[in-house]
């Protein structure tokens, strides 16, 4: 996965590895993150994401565990957090958009979800999806 971030004055392509660890369908999984950006610095993270019934929807809730460190780390801890505030909610505003432009409800619809098999997991795809959203909200918290 690769990436061209800038913050502040520093600006420089990041490639990294996402992998998913200790997953336990549909509950929870943990998330480790490294990327690479040259001379700019490096980001290591690990997440722990957990999601929860509520209602008739998800919640998602996670924690993130990072480090970075080179000309990102010398930006200074308010601008690297600014930055990665504003890529989180934009990546769940865009998250939001998907899933109501794949599954939309009419307005005064009420959807009454059937309770889920205990075999039974998250789509593939929603996984995937939400692991790619953790990774990026990782992985720009990481950059800076």
């Given at each position: 996965m690769g990436s061209a971030?800038?913050?502040?004055?520093?600006a420089a392509r990041f490639n990294g590895r996402v992998v998913l660890?200790?997953?336990?369908?549909?509950?929870?999984?943990?998330?480790g993150f490294d990327a690479q950006g040259g001379v700019a610095g490096f980001g290591k993270s690990e997440s722990s994401?957990?999601?929860?019934?509520?209602?008739?929807?998800?919640?998602?809730?996670?924690t993130v565990h990072s480090t970075v460190g080179g000309k990102i780390a010398q930006l200074g801890q308010r601008l690297i957090d600014g930055a990665a505030k504003s890529?989180?909610?934009d990546?769940?505003?865009?998250?939001?958009?998907e899933l109501q432009r794949r599954y939309p409800v009419a307005?005064?619809?009420?959807?009454?979800?059937?309770?889920?098999?205990?075999?039974a997991g998250?789509?593939?795809?929603?996984?995937?999806t939400i692991a790619v959203l953790v990774a990026?909200?990782?992985?720009?918290?990481t950059r800076g």
């Open positions: 971030i800038k913050i502040g004055p520093v660890f200790d997953i336990v369908p549909p509950q929870s999984y943990k998330l994401v957990l999601l929860k019934q509520s209602g008739c929807g998800c919640e998602l809730s996670y890529l989180v909610e990546f769940f505003r865009r998250f939001e958009e307005a005064g619809e009420v959807v009454a979800l059937p309770a889920p098999a205990a075999s998250l789509p593939a795809w929603v996984w995937g990026a909200a990782v992985y720009l918290a």
